[in-house]
């Protein structure tokens, strides 16, 4: 396995689950345990990732703290892939109820992107609870988690966050990239940019991004530079005909840490369709990608 994840103590019970740097389908993860139950906060891409994540959880935290209650933050498939395989465990798996109809309807492996198959035993689970108000789940003395619903459509049209208050931690999904270049392709720009907003009122003392490492200091720190980025996608797709080429090395000038650049084809499309009022379909997104990359997008899972 090309990438050996990272966990990272928080606080009691709670950590970190890191697969740096954080490219196409390696998420990062987590968990809160407690005596009477662990919170897993999302799943991985593959079978194996996800038996890793589960190895680790229980490496870490004592046998009487199951069983394993899963929030997914969204129904994205590095993020998602895993749920099937903890339901049949016997787990209980938690999601918003557009995420549920999405991920029912998969697995999604876009082999038009990716030629990688090594997914494993990724069989969408049938079981969920949706989430559609902020729930808070106790699981034992001075462990308790809050799963929040992100209130417009952003990443994706069913987001949540987890929010441990006692550590003052937040595992924002998607919403929040670190030297990844985010992807909008199921999502909206203008929503994302609302979303980030509500996301700095939570004043979190550790945020664990979707993708890449964990930053320090202030929430609106992590997240100033996603706000640029989305009010730039905007502003440069005004003109009706935008030299879309141009944009994109612009792109891959400006935020040249950033992996994936691939990505900034298609948030260029999505951000014209959405100032100009019409919808961009997923294809259309993905095919500014693999028009950029020459081909197929390599997947080292
Ligand atoms: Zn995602």
Redesign the pocket.
Known sequence: MAVNPIVRSLGPGVAAYLQLPGGWFLNNAGWLSGTEATLLIDTCATEARTRDLLAALHTHTPAEQRPVTVALT?A?G??AHGAGLISRLGGTVLCRPTAATTIAAGPHTYPELFSYTDWGDITPLSDVQTITARTTLDLGPRRSAEIVPVPNTA??DGDLVVWIPREGVLFPG?LVFTDVTP?AAHGSITGWLAALDWLADFEATHIVP?HGAMGAGPTRGLIAPLVDYFHWLLDVVHHGDPDFTALHHHACTRWHSWLDSERHAANLRIAHAEIHGYRCDGSTAMAAMTTFTGGTIPLNL
């Open positions: 969204h994205h590095d993020h990443h994706t998607d992807l979707g």
